[in-house]
């Protein structure tokens, strides 16, 4: 049986997520696990998972690109290692790579080190361009969300709503609610 995943990190990324189901629907999977979670958090990832336990012997687990299914080299030689405990291989579509071969397992390895080192190497280059903007006064880091909302969580619990419900109409955290909330008490107590 041939049985896909698919993944993207965030929920805008619509048009890569359909990519992904169109191109594993192509190829003849029988079955699609697909979510729409980050790769950092691994334990969050729970059709991974279940895709995984639903492979039998013979079956290939396939994936459209390598980054849709692990991050890091030692994450991928562990989904690797229970792919291959169940009696089953790995297809990345994008690189032709079937595990069902040395060849292939080799490539995998090779292709997963290459990966790992670039996500590294652009991580340090963003850190570097981070400092460097730092030094030059240029760097303001990501805009405060909950702050620019200030006006609408005091307004929204003057009408009696509380803060868990002000924070998922808002987007913001509920911890960010009690802060805004907090400094107007403190701020109507010190006049």
Same mark, same amino acid.
């Given at each position: 049986?041939? /049985? ?33 979670? %980050? ?12 895709? /995984? ?13 390598? &980054? ?10 562990e989904v690797l290692?229970?792919?291959? &405990? ?27 080190s290459v990966a790992?080192?670039?996500?590294? /190497? ?28 200030? &006006? ?14 002000i924070a998922n ?10 802060? /805004?909330?907090?400094?107007?008490? %403190? ?5």
């Amino acid at each position: 049986m041939l /049985i896909g995943y698919a993944r993207t990190s965030t929920l805008d990324q619509k048009a890569g997520y359909e990519g992904q189901l169109r191109d594993l629907e192509r190829v003849g999977c029988e079955k699609v696990f697909k979510e729409q979670v %980050s790769s950092v958090d691994v334990r969050k990832r729970q059709e991974l998972e279940s895709a /995984i336990d639903q492979l039998r012997g013979g079956d290939t687990l396939i994936v459209t690109k390598l &980054d849709r299914l692990a991050r890091s080299v030692t994450h991928l030689l562990e989904v690797l290692q229970r792919v291959q &405990d169940k009696r089953a291989s790995l297809r990345i579509l994008d690189t032709n790579i079937d595990t069902s071969t040395p060849t292939g397992k080799l490539m995998l390895t090779v292709l997963g080190s290459v990966a790992a080192f670039e996500r590294e /190497i652009m991580l340090e280059r963003q850190r570097e361009g981070i400092a460097k903007a730092k030094a030059a006064g240029k760097y303001k880091g990501r805009k405060p969300t909950a702050r620019a909302k200030a &006006d609408e969580v005091k307004r929204l619990r003057k009408e009696g709503i509380g803060a868990t419900e002000i924070a998922n109409r808002l987007g913001i955290g509920r911890a960010s609610v009690y802060r /805004i909330l907090g400094a107007t008490e %403190s701020a109507t107590e010190g006049a």
